[in-house]
């Protein structure tokens, strides 16, 4: 079992990507699901 734990910094994100925070943790969630992660939203 493998976890990659991470979090975006909003002002960046919102400054960087395209379509905002909401779709940067969709983006990112997409990708990873392809190599089998599974996504799990909550504090460590």
Do not use: C, W
Not at 21 to 38: H, M, P
């Amino acid at each position: 079992m493998y976890a990659i734990s991470f979090d975006l910094v909003v002002a960046d994100t919102e400054k960087n990507h395209p379509k905002g925070v909401a779709q940067a943790y969709f983006d990112i969630g997409s990708t990873l699901r392809k190599f089998g992660f599974e996504r799990v939203q909550g504090s460590l």
